[in-house]
């Protein structure tokens, strides 16, 4: 099982649904901007009694675009890697997908900046469906930046 989403930018990508630990729909009220942190950092929020980071995914991958943060909620997907738990904020959560791993291709026309997060591509209704691998996003060295 993979969720399915949307960025700014209408690109569609893929989560396993083994690196997820929630999804939210957060109000950008609850969103507490931390000052000096990193731009890719939207701030933190409480998951359940647990603070964590909150990134924008599209301007973490260099997508063009700015997530639209003047509305009433806020998709938020909690991605965990070994107790290492961190929230990313999307566009639009479009569901779950069965999503054949076979049929997983090499991913073409990536960015330098987004190529060590994508592990493959699927063809989805005329579109490329990338392939998240939660765990490089979250021991990326590009939050201490």
């Known amino acids: ?18 690196g997820i630990r929630e999804v ?13 942190a990193s731009v890719l950092l939207l701030g933190t929020m409480n998951l359940r009694g647990q603070v964590i980071w909150v990134a924008d995914l599209g301007q973490f991958l260099g997508e ?4 639209t943060t003047e ?33 997983l291709e090499i991913a073409s026309n990536l960015s330098d900046e987004m190529a060590p997060f994508i592990e493959g591509e699927w063809e989805w209704e005329n579109a490329s469906l990338l392939l998240l691998n939660p765990s490089a996003i979250l021991r990326s060295a590009r939050w201490a930046a």
């Open 1 to 18: 099982m993979h969720l399915r989403l949307y960025l700014s930018s209408k690109r569609q990508l893929a989560i396993p649904a083994t």
């Open 24 to 36: 939210v729909s957060q109000s950008p009220n609850l969103i507490t901007p931390i000052p000096n």
């Open 64 to 67: 063009p675009g700015i997530l």
């Open 71 to 103: 509305r009433s909620e806020i998709p938020i997907v909690a991605i965990e890697d070994q107790e290492t738990i961190m929230g990313l904020a999307v566009e639009q959560i479009a569901g779950m997908e069965w999503l054949d791993s076979e049929q």
